[in-house]
Structures are given as structure tokens and as C-alpha cells.
């Protein structure tokens, strides 16, 4: 089951650009996590956000939850060539079991 | 820092060889999951195992079955490989315990089904 639609599929920006990137999913969720995933290879955990909370920081990261229209946004600010990867929403609707989205492609460009 | 390895980056195989994909972790994890990654399908999850001995279906368990004799190492088994099953595998673990959600992924195999 696909919970997770991400969208654009692909984004290209310059360094110093802000980067957006928007989740939706279908069903209620207990929380939602971002990973991010350079070229072929492991995901890395980025930050997660419970159904309670409305908005999180970390570093140049800040993320959003709307939990009535079923989204979430990840916006990472500053943006470096470094941050060129693929970033994965994934909810877990309980004991951990995550439904990971499609991902975004993201390039910054130096 | 958690270490999660997985016994190969790059493999191929012939159909209907049966395939063993090994994943460890170092930090005494309770939870263990492996994901097949598609373009476009984003990662799906297979199996995954709460504790040694026990195991549990994901969403696509069809043609593949799993092993956890030891709390650190989880194994993926293809019984008869097919080219569908060609894919990047991924293996991640983490903690049963409240707010420490995070899953930490090994660097994945990447499997040909010729």
C-alpha cells in the first residue's frame, strides 16, 4: 500500500535557494519521518514529526503537519550543492511500520 | 554510531537459484525490517522481526521468506529467484521503545535476476 504521494518528483535549484517538498498520505498516522537517500545508497534519517505536533526544526530543516488535510512539507533552507539527493516521506501508522512515499529528487546547483 | 552492513553491494543471480541476502547491525536493536526499492515505487516493505525467532509479513512477503536466529542479524531468503525480484534490497533496524522511531538503513544490495 502506497501511503505517501511526494511532490515534484524532481526539483532543481541553485545553492542558497530555499527547497520545498510536500507529502501527502491517506490514512491517520502516528507520526511521519524524512529520510533522505544519496545516490544509490542508504537512507538517512532526517527528522520526524508526531501527529500532535504541528511544525519541528532541525538545523536549515524545518518540517510542517497538517494533519486534517493529510500533509506534511519539508523545507530545507540555504540550500548546498551537498543536499543534492532524494528525500522520502514515510508514515507509521503504528509498531513501526513504515509506508514510504515516492520521493523527490532534489540537485542543487553550485 | 549504529552500523547496519549488509553481505553484499552489487549481486547477481540466475533464475531459480535460491538467494540469501545478510544483514547485521551493531547495537542491539530489537527491531529489523528489509525494503525493496523500485523507481517510482519508492520502498516497500517485505518483513520485518520485533525479536529473534519472530517475524512478521510487510506489505509485498510473496516470494520471499525470512530468518532471525540471532538478535543482530536478519536474513532475506529468495527461495526461487525470478527477474522481478531484480531490485535494490534494503535492510534497516531500530529501537522498541517510545520516541526512538528512527530507522537506521544499511547501504543496500543491489540484486540482478538474469
Known amino acids: 500500500s502506497q501511503q505517501g504521494e511526494e511532490d515534484p518528483q524532481a526539483l532543481s535549484i541553485q545553492e542558497g535557494e530555499n527547497a520545498t517538498m510536500n507529502c501527502s498520505y491517506k490514512t491517520s498516522i502516528n507520526n511521519l519521518q524524512w529520510y533522505r537517500q544519496n545516490s544509490g545508497r542508504g537512507l538517512v534519517h532526517l527528522i520526524l514529526?508526531?501527529?500532535?505536533?504541528r511544525e519541528k526544526h532541525s538545523g536549515r530543516l524545518r518540517v510542517t503537519l497538517d494533519t486534517s488535510k493529510k500533509s506534511s512539507s519539508l523545507l530545507i533552507t540555504a540550500s548546498r550543492a551537498a543536499d543534492t539527493a532524494s528525500y522520502f516521506c514515510a508514515t507509521d501508522k503504528g509498531f513501526q511500520k513504515l509506508v514510504f512515499g515516492t520521493g523527490t529528487r532534489l540537485l542543487v546547483s553550485p | 554510531d549504529v552500523k547496519v552492513t549488509q553481505s553484499s553491494r552489487y549481486l547477481v543471480k540466475r533464475t531459480g537459484e535460491k538467494v540469501f541476502l545478510e544483514c547485521v547491525q551493531d547495537?542491539?536493536?530489537?527491531?529489523m525490517f528489509w525494503y525493496r526499492q523500485d523507481p517510482g515505487l519508492g520502498l516497500r516493505l517485505i518483513y520485518f522481526?520485533?525479536?529473534?525467532?519472530?517475524?512478521e509479513k510487510g506489505d509485498i512477503p510473496e516470494g520471499y521468506s525470512v530468518s532471525r536466529e540471532k538478535k543482530e542479524r536478519f536474513s532475506l531468503i529468495l527461495e526461487s529467484a525470478s527477474t522481478n525480484q531484480t531490485s535494490m534490497y534494503l535492510c534497516?533496524?531500530?529501537?522498541?521503545?517510545?520516541?526512538?522511531?528512527?530507522?537506521?538503513f544499511g547501504p543496500g544490495t543491489r540484486l540482478l535476476v538474469l
Open positions: 522481526s520485533y525479536d529473534v525467532k519472530m517475524k
Open positions: 514529526i508526531r501527529s500532535n505536533e
Open positions: 534497516a533496524s531500530s529501537l522498541v521503545a517510545e520516541f526512538q522511531e528512527t530507522q537506521y
Open positions: 547495537m542491539d536493536h530489537e527491531n
